[in-house]
């Protein structure tokens, strides 16, 4: 079946320096990928749409400079989290669209970030 | 706007027990999907069933089964003989296929933990 690699599975960085995470569709073309955020024992709220070789489409209150998306290919879209601070200490996870309205969006495990 | 809610936030029973995880959906679509993900402790997302908003049949696979019905916006998710390895948290979610075809999200409820007693 289609699989999501998702990497780092977690990250330790300090304060002001940056973190780059990868999503990647294993075995599929991925026209959407979306980029979710969720804090401990809380629901997973969308931070952005990624559509490949176009600007990603963020969600209401999500700062698009200190969270960029990059969707360079049909199987890779990153996600940039730029001059991090404790606040963005988080469990990030994405999910890939293989184009068809009633795919399941595959998700990657998620990258746990701890900024200290 | 579309809205998911599962009011349920946590809910503990003893094992082999059976137990209902309730879900409500909001939209003003008339075509959508309803999934149900799992949400174990190591933090990934299982998916365990997509329904389309066409079909209204319930589905059962193994000890899990679904209940969509359309006419109250819920679509519950029943697990019987509860076993230890069922706990975790599990997200009701819509997707629903309005004007922005092409990039349309997927809309979490807040999740329910379910906690199996040995």
């Known amino acids: 079946g289609a699989v999501v690699s998702q990497h780092p599975s977690w990250v330790i960085c300090k304060s002001g320096t940056s973190v780059k995470i990868e999503c990647r569709s294993l075995?599929?073309?991925?026209?959407?990928m979306f980029w979710y955020r969720q804090f401990p024992k809380q629901s997973l709220m969308l931070m952005a749409t990624s559509n490949e070789g176009s600007k990603a489409t963020y969600e209401q209150g999500v700062e698009k400079d200190k969270f960029l998306i990059n969707h360079a290919s049909l199987t890779l879209s990153t996600l940039t989290v730029t001059s991090a601070h404790p606040e963005d200490s988080s469990f990030y996870i994405c999910?890939?669209?293989?184009?068809?309205?009633?795919?399941?969006?595959?998700f990657g495990n998620g990258t746990r970030l701890t900024v200290t | 706007a579309q809205k998911v809610t599962q009011a349920q936030t946590e809910i503990s029973v003893v094992e082999k027990e059976d137990v209902t995880l309730d879900c409500v959906y909001e939209?003003?679509?008339?075509?959508?999907?309803l999934f149900w993900y799992k949400q174990p402790p190591s933090g990934e997302l299982v998916f365990l069933i997509r329904?389309?908003?066409?079909?209204?049949q319930n589905e059962i696979s193994g000890r899990y089964s679904w209940n969509f019905q359309k006419s109250t916006s819920s679509f519950n998710f029943t697990i019987t003989a509860s076993q230890v390895v069922d706990s975790a948290v599990y997200f009701c979610a819509l997707r629903s296929i309005g004007s922005n075809f092409g990039n349309e999200k997927l809309t979490f409820g807040t999740g329910t933990r379910l906690t199996i007693i040995p």
């Open positions: 075995d599929f073309q991925a026209t959407t």
């Open positions: 939209t003003r679509d008339t075509t959508y999907y």
């Open positions: 329904r389309n908003s066409f079909d209204e």
């Open positions: 999910s890939a669209d293989a184009g068809t309205l009633n795919s399941p969006l595959h």
